[in-house]
């Protein structure tokens, strides 16, 4: 079984800056990407960042682009994301994910539990 366990969630200003961390665990798998998503009170869980590994390339959600930044070692499956300039648009639960089928659509395999990110303004 493969579980991925994020950290660094807490409670923050706007303007600050806060890192995520996710790592796997469990079974070995080969994941081609991972990604990070988020969900605020009364809405969808929403894309935020994705990395794929075979060539470093990120993708970002225009509302986090310029702001935020993913990164991560792919033999550990081990993803970051850094967010710079918080906003209080930005409180949510934040969720890591592994393994997908298509990085921006949420479709993974492999969840982690959420942190919460909360941003006063």
């Known amino acids: 079984q493969v579980q991925l366990v994020e950290s660094g969630g807490g409670l923050m200003q706007a303007g600050d800056s806060l890192r995520l961390s996710c790592a796997a665990s469990?079974?070995?798998?080969?994941?081609?990407?991972m990604g990070w998503f988020r969900q605020a009170p009364g809405n969808e869980r929403e894309f935020v960042a994705g990395i794929r590994w075979s060539d470093g390339r990120t993708v970002y959600a225009d509302s986090v682009k310029g702001r935020f930044t993913i990164s991560g070692e792919s033999a550990k499956n081990t993803v970051y994301l850094q967010m710079n300039s918080l906003k209080a648009e930005d409180t949510a639960v934040y969720y890591c994910a592994a393994d997908p089928k298509s990085v921006m659509t949420g479709d993974y395999n492999y969840w982690g539990q959420g942190t919460q990110v909360t941003v006063s303004s």
């Open positions: 469990g079974r070995t798998f080969r994941s081609y990407a």
